[in-house]
């Protein structure tokens, strides 16, 4: 990849490239019965003052309401309301043993840490907030109310089903000091993170709307068209989401025909257009010292990678480039085409956030760390962004899905060849299991007690819920299984019984067991070894079932001759056995009522050296001390 200087390189093959509209070939059909989904359009204007950080914004939607129900409010999120003193936000911060760090000082010690909320000490100047000028519906003025970060709002006359109307909103807003996602002057030196940043739309779906307040978690939004004007200062350069529809306008070398420059007579302000479909949510990123470099994917989108000007990383960032191509190919192959033209690393943010055809992430780490948060950011474009679940009420289903096919991804492009590159996530589960912290992740992303066990309930246990998931069914059917979801479910909202259906369908399997066992309980997963006894060339091998989750069990048993032999135990309430090798015997099916389990092994041949559960460690087992017996010691012991 030979790099090109922004003003080099033509804006119709780079950046938010001007492929106009594009339209997007899947399945957007949710196949559960009655299912239905809403949609909006949104057109939008936004005129930023880079000196003061505010902006002037009008907004038209044009909302259809494909619920049964009639509607008599909606709500908006006005997510830059959270950073203010005294709201939800700085509340949660100042309340919850243990806040992110991003977001708070420490007044205190290393030794006894104080931790002060940063939002707490914001000036008038510094706040964010989303004021609303006016709204109609139709036409017609409406009544609204702010609460927080939502905006609650009366209709004038109630929507039908199968109506669809226009709200017109003229609003205006200020970008708020960096403190987590979005905002101003990053501690980077990124001059705009735009995420979060218009009055967006609240969904309502199968269980209503979700009007939540913004505390910094997750999200869940309409499925829609935007259409996005943003006039800013000629110098700056803006990457996110959305196709360009301009760049003959722009000038800067985005159009070879034109010099460099804005347009004659333009002024000191650009406007970019950029239109995006079939996407959930909208978000861009402005500097005027972006570097840009361009990697077109073999047979997939164009990649655009928006960093700051640094002698220190330019060259990570630049090797970043063909991983994140290898990166893109191999969800594509593992889970399902990537289906716009483009896609964006962009320097913002506070750390990783992944949107609609775009990441924001912190710029200065190493290589390493540049490709580890690409990595995960990136794959959210499949579990969240394009399997949109409601991440409040199912956030293990994006957070822990990414984690697990990212870690997949790492561990085959960098050929690590490890047979559990989940190990880490197995490790962090368990220890919360262990701890008396764990909630059920069925808890909503807001309402965990403290944040460690939101991060490792959410990522941890999430990861294992798919690893563990390919324990019980297979590996070739897991994989199988996510093609499956993605297919089945992309362009919609899915839920957890969703996900568990398609594995039912591809592995003909009962698993409601799992779903509810894993997803929606604290049960633990804990077996042992109780006793190998032989006796007359036969030894009997009883295993007990501890913990109240029970699975079925994959055995080694090692001979003193070097051999081994693998052992499969069904469980009785699965209806059937995931595939095994011929090598492997399978037993019959363990009752989940049964603690016990006995059988036994003709041992005429060669006696037994040891005796192993689960030998890949992919059971979630919250105690493996009692998992081995060794009956014979090697000399070297």
């Given at each position: 990849?030979?790099k090109?200087?922004?003003?080099k390189?033509?804006?119709s093959i780079?950046?938010?490239i001007?492929t106009?509209?594009?339209g997007?070939?899947?399945n957007?059909?949710?196949?559960?019965?009655?299912?239905?989904?809403?949609?909006v359009?949104?057109?939008m204007e936004?005129?930023?003052?880079?000196?003061t950080?505010?902006?002037?914004?009008k907004q038209?939607?044009?909302y259809?309401n494909n619920?049964?129900?009639?509607?008599n409010?909606?709500f908006?999120?006005?997510y830059l309301?959270?950073f203010?003193?005294e709201s939800?936000?700085?509340?949660?911060?100042?309340?919850?043993?243990?806040?992110?760090?991003?977001?708070v000082?420490n007044?205190?010690?290393k030794?006894?840490p104080?931790y002060?909320s940063?939002i707490?000490?914001l000036k008038?100047n510094e706040i964010?907030?989303?004021?609303v000028a006016?709204l109609?519906?139709?036409g017609?003025p409406?009544?609204?109310?702010v609460v927080?970060?939502?905006l609650?709002?009366?209709?004038?006359?109630?929507i039908?089903?199968?109506?669809?109307?226009t709200f017109?909103?003229?609003?205006?807003?200020?970008?708020p000091?960096?403190?987590r996602r979005?905002?101003?002057?990053?501690?980077e030196?990124v001059?705009?993170?735009?995420?979060?940043?218009?009055?967006k739309?609240?969904e309502?779906d199968?269980?209503?709307w979700h009007?939540d307040?913004?505390?910094?978690?997750?999200?869940?939004?309409?499925?829609?068209?935007?259409?996005?004007?943003?006039?800013?200062?000629?110098?700056y350069?803006?990457?996110?989401?959305?196709y360009l529809?301009?760049?003959?306008e722009i000038g800067?070398?985005?159009d070879?025909?034109?010099?460099?420059g804005?347009?004659?007579?333009?002024?000191?302000?650009l406007?970019?257009?950029?239109?995006?479909?079939?996407?959930?949510?909208?978000t861009w990123?402005?500097?005027?010292?972006y570097n840009h470099d361009?990697?077109?994917?073999?047979?997939?989108p164009?990649?655009h990678?928006l960093?700051?000007?640094n002698p220190?990383?330019?060259?990570?960032?630049?090797k970043l480039?063909?991983?994140t191509?290898?990166l893109?190919?191999?969800f594509?192959?593992?889970?399902g085409k990537y289906p716009y033209k483009?896609y964006?690393?962009?320097?913002?943010g506070d750390g990783?956030?992944?949107y609609?055809?775009?990441t924001?992430?912190?710029?200065?780490r190493?290589?390493g760390?540049?490709?580890?948060?690409t990595?995960h950011?990136?794959?959210?474009?499949w579990f969240?962004?394009?399997l949109a679940?409601?991440?409040?009420k199912?956030?293990?289903m994006?957070?822990g899905?990414?984690?697990?096919?990212s870690?997949?991804?790492?561990n085959?492009i960098?050929?690590?060849n490890?047979?559990?590159p989940?190990?880490?996530?197995?490790?962090?589960?368990?220890?919360l299991a262990?701890s008396?912290?764990?909630?059920?992740?069925?808890t909503?992303a807001d309402?965990?007690d403290?944040?460690?066990?939101?991060?490792t309930s959410?990522?941890?246990?999430g990861?294992?819920?798919?690893?563990q998931l390919?324990y019980?069914?297979?590996e070739?059917?897991?994989?199988?299984?996510i093609?499956?979801y993605?297919?089945?479910?992309?362009?919609?909202?899915?839920?957890p019984n969703?996900?568990?259906r398609?594995a039912?369908?591809v592995?003909?399997l009962?698993?409601?067991w799992?779903?509810?066992d894993f997803?929606?309980t604290?049960n633990?997963?804990?077996?042992?070894i109780?006793?190998v006894?032989g006796?007359d060339?036969i030894?009997?091998?009883t295993?007990?079932r501890?913990?109240?989750?029970?699975?079925p069990?994959?055995?080694?048993?090692e001979?003193v001759?070097?051999?081994y032999?693998n052992y499969?135990?069904p469980?009785e309430?699965m209806?059937?056995e995931?595939?095994?090798?011929n090598d492997t015997?399978?037993?019959?099916?363990w009752s989940?009522?049964?603690?016990?389990?006995s059988?036994?092994i003709?041992?005429?041949?060669?006696?037994i050296?040891?005796?192993?559960?689960?030998?890949?460690k992919k059971?979630a087992d919250?105690d493996?001390?009692?998992?081995s017996?060794?009956l014979?010691?090697?000399?070297?012991?």
């Amino acid at each position: 990849m030979k790099k090109q200087p922004i003003w080099k390189t033509p804006f119709s093959i780079i950046l938010i490239i001007a492929t106009f509209f594009v339209g997007i070939k899947s399945n957007s059909q949710n196949p559960n019965p009655g299912y239905w989904q809403q949609h909006v359009d949104y057109t939008m204007e936004i005129d930023m003052d880079v000196e003061t950080f505010q902006y002037q914004g009008k907004q038209t939607l044009i909302y259809t309401n494909n619920s049964p129900d009639v509607l008599n409010r909606v709500f908006y999120h006005l997510y830059l309301n959270a950073f203010q003193p005294e709201s939800n936000m700085d509340m949660r911060l100042q309340n919850v043993s243990d806040p992110d760090r991003r977001m708070v000082t420490n007044i205190g010690t290393k030794e006894n840490p104080i931790y002060e909320s940063r939002i707490s000490k914001l000036k008038s100047n510094e706040i964010g907030y989303i004021k609303v000028a006016s709204l109609t519906q139709n036409g017609v003025p409406l009544k609204y109310n702010v609460v927080d970060t939502v905006l609650e709002v009366t209709l004038a006359t109630p929507i039908q089903p199968g109506e669809k109307v226009t709200f017109d909103m003229i609003f205006s807003a200020q970008v708020p000091l960096q403190i987590r996602r979005n905002g101003r002057n990053s501690r980077e030196g990124v001059a705009l993170s735009m995420a979060q940043w218009y009055p967006k739309l609240a969904e309502y779906d199968f269980q209503g709307w979700h009007a939540d307040s913004y505390i910094a978690r997750e999200f869940h939004g309409v499925w829609g068209d935007f259409d996005v004007k943003i006039t800013i200062d000629k110098d700056y350069t803006i990457g996110g989401t959305g196709y360009l529809q301009n760049p003959e306008e722009i000038g800067h070398g985005y159009d070879l025909n034109k010099t460099k420059g804005p347009k004659e007579g333009s002024g000191e302000k650009l406007t970019w257009h950029f239109k995006a479909p079939k996407v959930h949510d909208y978000t861009w990123a402005a500097d005027p010292e972006y570097n840009h470099d361009s990697y077109q994917v073999p047979d997939g989108p164009m990649l655009h990678f928006l960093y700051k000007d640094n002698p220190e990383t330019n060259e990570n960032w630049e090797k970043l480039q063909p991983i994140t191509s290898q990166l893109m190919q191999y969800f594509t192959e593992n889970v399902g085409k990537y289906p716009y033209k483009q896609y964006s690393v962009i320097q913002g943010g506070d750390g990783g956030m992944e949107y609609a055809m775009c990441t924001l992430i912190t710029g200065g780490r190493s290589l390493g760390g540049l490709i580890g948060v690409t990595s995960h950011e990136m794959a959210h474009t499949w579990f969240q962004f394009l399997l949109a679940t409601n991440e409040g009420k199912h956030e293990w289903m994006d957070e822990g899905f990414t984690e697990y096919i990212s870690s997949s991804a790492m561990n085959e492009i960098f050929g690590r060849n490890i047979e559990n590159p989940y190990l880490g996530s197995y490790k962090g589960y368990i220890r919360l299991a262990n701890s008396g912290y764990e909630q059920p992740l069925t808890t909503h992303a807001d309402r965990y007690d403290v944040n460690r066990a939101y991060g490792t309930s959410a990522y941890g246990k999430g990861a294992v819920f798919l690893a563990q998931l390919g324990y019980v069914i297979g590996e070739d059917n897991l994989r199988a299984t996510i093609k499956k979801y993605f297919n089945d479910f992309a362009f919609t909202h899915p839920t957890p019984n969703d996900v568990i259906r398609s594995a039912e369908k591809v592995s003909g399997l009962e698993l409601d067991w799992y779903l509810m066992d894993f997803g929606q309980t604290t049960n633990t997963i804990d077996y042992g070894i109780t006793s190998v006894e032989g006796t007359d060339n036969i030894t009997t091998i009883t295993l007990n079932r501890i913990g109240l989750m029970p699975m079925p069990i994959d055995l080694r048993v090692e001979y003193v001759d070097g051999t081994y032999r693998n052992y499969y135990i069904p469980l009785e309430i699965m209806r059937g056995e995931k595939p095994t090798p011929n090598d492997t015997k399978v037993l019959p099916d363990w009752s989940w009522a049964n603690p016990s389990f006995s059988f036994g092994i003709n041992t005429e041949k060669s006696k037994i050296k040891s005796v192993l559960i689960d030998p890949v460690k992919k059971m979630a087992d919250v105690d493996d001390s009692n998992n081995s017996v060794i009956l014979v010691k090697d000399k070297d012991d």
